[in-house]
């Protein structure tokens, strides 16, 4: 199993990065290969809408930072991203990497019946971290996201939420959380 997982926070040391950390962490110690991304250290830009990659290429026009990450993404069995929620969605980081994914789809994705580029079966965990602490608030990110992921395969979807965090989360905070991406990394690779 491969794993690509992204890392949307720009903060070092990150909730959403330690705990996307820990499932690639359990993942590897059972047999997976993983390729993280800092996307915040990372050169590139959103898409162009240019519809190249529906036009006449099969792949995003851009050469930039991001070409990498969307090759290691199109051959990973898992895509892991992980965000904080900033004003409501996912950073601007995630998205720049999100609509570039729009690649992924074939010219005529809003009629074919598999819309995808990418191979099927894959599954993805989005790790969405956040300062309020009601779990009702912002749990729409992860259901408007997916039903995109579904276009492009991504049929099997998982969350992990984390809500009241903040930069000054102490590890006892973050303990079931990193838990949870332990069982989780079991799961996905033990089905
Ligand atoms: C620019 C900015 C916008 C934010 N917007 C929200 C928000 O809309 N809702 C929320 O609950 N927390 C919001 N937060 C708080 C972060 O989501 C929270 O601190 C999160 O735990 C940070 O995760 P990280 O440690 O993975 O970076 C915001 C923080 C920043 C810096």
Not at 69 to 87: F, G, K, R, T, W
């Amino acid at each position: 199993m491969k794993i690509a997982c992204l890392l949307g926070s720009p903060r070092k040391g990150s909730c959403s990065s330690a705990i996307a950390g820990q499932l690639v962490h359990a993942a590897v110690g059972l047999g997976a290969t993983a390729e993280t991304f800092t996307l915040n250290d990372l050169s590139y830009r959103g898409c162009q809408g240019c519809y190249a990659c529906k036009k006449s290429l099969d792949h995003c026009i851009l050469n930039d930072d991001l070409t990498g990450v969307l090759e290691a993404v199109q051959e990973a069995d898992i895509l892991v991203m992980a965000s904080p929620v900033y004003y409501g969605d996912i950073t601007a980081q995630m998205k720049g990497f999100f609509d570039r994914t729009f690649s992924y789809l074939k010219p005529d994705y809003l009629t074919n019946a598999s819309p995808s580029r990418l191979a099927p079966g894959k599954k993805m965990v989005m790790i969405q971290t956040q300062g309020h602490p009601d779990e009702k608030s912002f749990a729409d990110i992860f259901s408007r996201y997916r039903m995109f992921l579904d276009w492009t395969g991504y049929t099997d979807c998982r969350l992990i939420r984390a809500c009241g965090l903040s930069p000054d989360s102490s590890p006892e905070t973050l303990a079931p959380y990193l838990d949870q991406a332990k069982l989780l990394a079991n799961e996905l690779l033990n089905p």
